[in-house]
């Protein structure tokens, strides 16, 4: 296997710059994730590193080597697509032959790997089949083996998973977990849905409007989000964000209010939000901080209407409008019991233990300390 690093990478097409001075190490072995809306350059990055577009600025390396101006052939490396890309005519067990027969390898090594992988990916009795008789998880197994024969240096998914259904997602997330466990690949794996990206990922890129905003371990950018972009982004529903001002009353505690709005931080909580009282700052808070019961002494109450309940079962997502002035509204998790008549008024308590503070020129995170 083999590290890919990215040394300010940029794309343009005619004046237009797609990927901007993207610098990114996947480290040997690893699972990084590129995820982001679409648009945001995250294929056409997975793209430049596979040899599919040429880069306009910068250097790709893989294993050390400069591979700019390599043909993809000559990068060992594979691709999978969201279009899974077979051969129609052909049988599974040719599909996933061919490229090993375009290298010229021997016959027998060529069955040895085609079986192997067949039976990595419980795909053996599939093998006399064409692509037309599969199922779009079978398909997609396919194209998974079709790059695992070639044993490359590295694996490059470019959105694999989003053409399936939501059991089948679920069910290749998981394979393709343990299946990198079982290899040790490098993997770089394209997404824009955040479930992937939090199950999947050792590490997660996320990017916008060409550049990349916040690198890290998927806990770590989910508690701790770079700007008011990541912490939207990542989750569903995502961070509550509302505008508001930070003042410190007359015992020295931080307070951010607004109409209808009053939560208090202990003043020894985050001593970095004290350069900003008195001015506005933009409040974000995860809806699992937001409970329908006062479990905790320290936990404060907000007040307001139901705007909407959604049922899912394992939990009940309730939408709290608070009023007022340009109007917000607050989604928390709630236990899957929690029912509401909408419209009624209802009384929620946030942990201001987990209250992030953004600054609303920048939309950058506010540091803590």
Known sequence: MAAIELDRVSKLYGGTAAVKEVSLEIRDGEFM???????????????????????????????????????????????????????????????????????????????RRVREVAAMLDIAPLLHRRPAALSGGQRQRVALGRALVREPAAFLLDEPLSNLD?????????????????????????????????????????????????????????????????????????????????????????????????????????????????????????PEDIHDQPARPEWQPVEGAAVALEALGAETVLVLGLGGPGAVELSARLPRDFRAPIGSRQRLYLDPGEVHLFDPETTNAISRL
């Open 166 to 286: 939501a059991q089948l997602r679920a069910d290749m997330r998981l394979e393709l977990v343990k299946l990198h466990r079982q290899l040790g690949a490098t993997i770089l794996h394209v997404t824009h849905d955040q479930v992937e990206a939090m199950t999947m990922g050792e590490r997660i890129c996320i990017m916008k409007e060409g550049r990349i905003v916040q690198v890290g371990e998927p806990l770590e950018v989910y508690r701790n989000p770079a700007n008011t972009f990541v912490a939207g982004f990542l989750a569903s529903p995502p961070m509550n964000l509302m505008e508001l001002r930070l003042t410190a009353d007359p015992s020295g505690a931080l307070v951010l209010e607004r109409e209808g709005f009053r939560l208090k931080l202990a003043a020894d909580a985050a001593p970095g939000y004290r350069a900003h009282a008195g001015k506005p700052v933009i409040l974000g808070i995860r």
């Open 33 to 111: 994730i590129l995820l982001g809306p679409s648009g945001c350059g995250k294929s056409t990055t997975l793209r430049m590193v596979a040899g599919l577009e040429s880069v306009s600025g910068g250097e790709v390396r893989i294993g050390g080597r400069r591979v700019n101006e390599l043909a993809p052939r000559d990068r060992n490396i594979a691709v999978v697509f969201q279009s899974y890309a077979l051969y129609p005519h052909m049988s599974v067990a040719e599909n996933l032959a061919f490229g090993l027969k375009m290298h010229k390898l021997p016959r027998s090594e060529i069955e």
